[in-house]
């Protein structure tokens, strides 16, 4: 649900996820999960890119992660692979992941 004013607050509260333009009235935007900081519907065009981007790399690390487990453990389970080693490869895949979700902040730069 998408408000500003008194009248919307009711809908805004019962709501899944509620979105307010920034001048919208203070209980409008007391009962928001996100305020818009301006009155553009642009604004909101953008919200909904970013947050497509944000869930598509969350599904993307959960994917990364489960198939570095999948391949590691079971090599330090048998031995193959040192103590020092997988505390370093389990860093770097940490690292891996965080280079990854940069991505949603280069992608907020370019469409604004």
Do not use: C, H, W
């Not at 809908?11 to 996100?34: F, H, M, P, Q, R």
């Not at 900081?37 to 497509?52: E, G, R, V």
């Not at 080693?85 to 907020?108: C, K, P």
């Amino acid at each position: 649900m998408v408000g500003d004013g008194i009248n919307d607050a009711l809908a805004l509260s019962k709501s899944e996820i509620a979105i307010t333009l920034g001048s919208g009235a203070d209980i409008a935007l007391n009962v928001s999960d996100v305020v818009l900081m301006n009155n553009s519907f642009t604004s909101l065009y953008q919200a909904f890119l970013i947050s497509k981007k944000t869930y598509r790399i969350i599904k993307e690390n959960l994917a990364l992660s489960f198939v570095y487990n999948s391949i590691t453990i079971p090599l330090a389970m048998a031995g193959f692979v040192i103590p020092l080693f997988a505390a370093l490869s389990m860093s770097l895949s940490s690292l891996l992941v965080i280079g990854n979700s940069m991505r949603i902040n280069f992608a907020i730069k370019e469409k604004t």
